[in-house]
């Protein structure tokens, strides 16, 4: 087994206010790992240190066996933000060109070859939106778009999916079809970092759990956490906890 | 997935695509064409006197008079007038390509900003011209201050939330304000024509502004072409963007230095308080209609073209300035646009 995420001691603050504070965890290649926490628990913020986005104050933090701030292989890592899902913004991207996106990593500077195409094709295909290559992605349903942004990681062949709350906006029948995809794609070897508000999803379909609320409370499999006190105690008792069972 | 899905609406607009496609492609060829005839023209004009390029000029000028006789006009045989054509058509290609990206990322406000930093740069190119005789261009000056001012306006946008407006909007009025006073001490120097600067004006070109905006417009399009991949996965996701490892704040400066390029070329015949309505107006009314972001840009160079070349039209033909009249046909294809989308304007700038 290797590590794709090594944290170790990581704090991180904005200002004064800690967000996340001393979390070591390790991400083991072909993990499906549900990160969840209340709201404002600072699990965006971590996803973010994972992926180099924010640096730590202490602590450190290794992508795919390298320092995160020295990691240049961007191609391994499909990234789907929340803003992404939301996005109401009207600027007209097709979907084969939010997929190419995905292949810009590779290509560098120089022109798309007929390869890159053919992965682009290919991920459109694999995530089921074939018929919709040629639209807008802003007049795709929630459930299309997340689609697509899969797609535009699996161009890229990401073998490290990060995905932040996906299915916000996305309804149940969509959302169920999407987490079997992710499911297949991790069967296929893709190790899956999602934050998911809905901790029933997160145990479905999740074998680690990465439990915070600025500090980590729990961090291990599935079963455990289901076993543990974790999530009470992380929730504390004014917490609402999301648990929907499907 | 229940009720209206957006998935298979618009099946029948499929077949003419080919011809849509088609048209717009000979649309941006005639540009293409015309913006290499206007180049010429600047070049041309600058080798007269050299042996080959003279009788070619001359060539130029007695095809200009020609025209004239032809449209029963008095415009064509002046130079003048080809440079401000020229400097218009180079502005109607380069100012929608930039703002493709500028509209989409939400930053229509940076472009008036740089406009108004430029309008202090065109002021402090007239006190050290005035003062110390020196014989420098003020468009040079007032591009380095644009630079500098996209530089500026780079460093706050990374400093504050998202692109927070506020030290955006203090920036913009401020550097105005710097403008006025430095012309206002400079008053009585020169006679240099600042109404011109500020509105628009035809005659405002020299030879000089126009042979600036020819280089200006290669170095935008350069610019573009190499970095299309990256400025478009920015503005369309920037955090995936980093994620991906591009150098995002590079492009966010490449891009916002594009537009300072722009501005200045542009102010020449826009004039500084309507030169960000040739990056946004054109980008408005592509993005009602386009199908893709590639057909964005081919759309809003097409518009932008056809903005240039009617306000002009309406300019020369009833003696108004210039800017005006190429920002109301902007607008008048925008609203054009709106109703050939059917009447769903789309909210550019939602924010979130």
């Given at each position: ?87 109401g913004g009207a600027m007209p991207v097709t979907v084969r ?120 409370y729990h961090h291990g499999d599935t079963e455990s956490f ?21 | ?120 740069g065109v002021a402090i190119g007239i006190l050290v011209t ?223």
């Amino acid at each position: 087994m290797t590590a794709i995420v090594d944290l170790d001691g990581v704090t991180f603050s904005y200002g004064d206010t800690v967000a996340v504070s001393d979390v070591s965890l390790t991400v083991e290649e072909g993990d499906f790992l549900g990160l969840v926490g209340p709201n404002g628990s600072g699990k965006t913020t971590l996803l973010h240190l994972m992926l180099g986005l924010h640096e730590p104050d202490e602590g450190s933090i290794e992508l795919f066996g390298r320092p995160v701030d020295e990691f240049d292989d961007g191609g391994r890592i499909g990234y789907v933000s929340q803003k992404a899902t939301s996005r109401g913004g009207a600027m007209p991207v097709t979907v084969r060109e939010c997929v190419t996106m995905g292949r810009f990593a590779h290509a560098g500077r120089g022109r798309l070859s007929a390869a890159d195409r053919a992965a682009v094709a290919d991920a459109i295909e694999t995530v089921g939106i074939g018929d919709l290559a040629d639209r807008l992605v802003s007049e795709l349903s929630g459930g299309q778009k997340q689609r697509a942004y899969i797609a535009r990681a699996l161009a890229s062949d990401a073998d490290l999916l990060a995905l932040d709350e996906p299915t916000v906006g996305v309804d149940a029948e969509s959302r169920d079809a999407f987490y079997a995809l992710l499911d297949e794609l991790n069967d296929d070897g893709i190790t899956v970092i999602l934050i998911e508000h809905d901790i029933g999803v997160v145990t479905d379909r999740a074998n680690r759990i990465a439990c915070i609320n600025t500090e980590l409370y729990h961090h291990g499999d599935t079963e455990s956490f289901v076993e543990s006190d974790a999530l009470a105690e992380a929730y504390g008792t004014t917490g609402q906890v999301v648990h929907h069972h499907h | 997935m229940s009720g209206e899905t957006p998935a298979n609406a618009d099946d029948r607009s499929r077949p003419d695509r080919g011809l849509r496609r088609t048209a717009e492609l000979a649309g941006v060829g005639i540009t293409a064409l015309v913006a290499a005839w206007m180049l010429g023209f600047v070049l041309l004009y600058w080798a007269q006197d050299l042996p080959v390029a003279g009788d070619l000029y001359a060539a130029f000028r007695s095809f200009g008079r020609g025209m004239d006789v032809a449209l029963g006009t008095n415009v064509f045989r002046h130079p003048i007038m080809w440079q401000s054509m020229a400097v218009g058509v180079l502005v109607g290609v380069v100012a929608p390509l930039v703002g493709s990206f500028l509209v989409h990322r939400e930053m229509a406000l940076i472009g008036e900003t740089l406009a108004h930093t430029a309008f202090a740069g065109v002021a402090i190119g007239i006190l050290v011209t005035s003062s110390t005789g020196w014989n420098g261009s003020l468009l040079l000056v007032a591009l380095v201050v644009g630079i500098l001012g996209a530089l500026v306006v780079q460093w706050l946008t990374e400093r504050t939330e998202a692109y927070g407006d506020v030290p955006i909007a203090i920036m913009l009025s401020g550097s105005f304000a710097v403008g006025t006073l430095i012309i206002s001490y400079g008053d009585g120097l020169t006679g240099v024509n600042i109404q011109g600067y500020l509105f628009g004006n035809l005659a405002v070109v020299t030879p000089e502004g126009a042979r600036l905006m020819g280089a200006l417009s290669l170095i935008v399009v350069a610019g573009v072409a190499l970095a299309y991949k990256q400025l478009l996965f920015i503005t369309f996701d920037e955090q995936a963007a980093r994620v991906a490892q591009l150098n995002v704040t590079g492009y966010n400066t490449l891009l916002v230095v594009l537009t300072a390029i722009v501005v200045v070329g542009a102010m020449q015949v826009l004039g500084v308080i309507l030169v960000a309505a040739m990056l946004v107006v054109p980008v408005a009314a592509a993005s009602q209609i386009a199908r893709s972001f590639r057909e964005t840009m081919y759309l809003a160079v097409i518009f932008g073209q056809l903005s240039v070349i009617g306000g002009f039209a309406v300019s020369i033909g009833l003696g108004l300035p210039s800017g005006g009249s190429i920002v109301v046909t902007a607008i008048a294809i925008y609203l054009a646009s709106i109703v050939g989308s059917g009447f769903s304007v789309k909210a550019i700038s939602a924010h979130g």
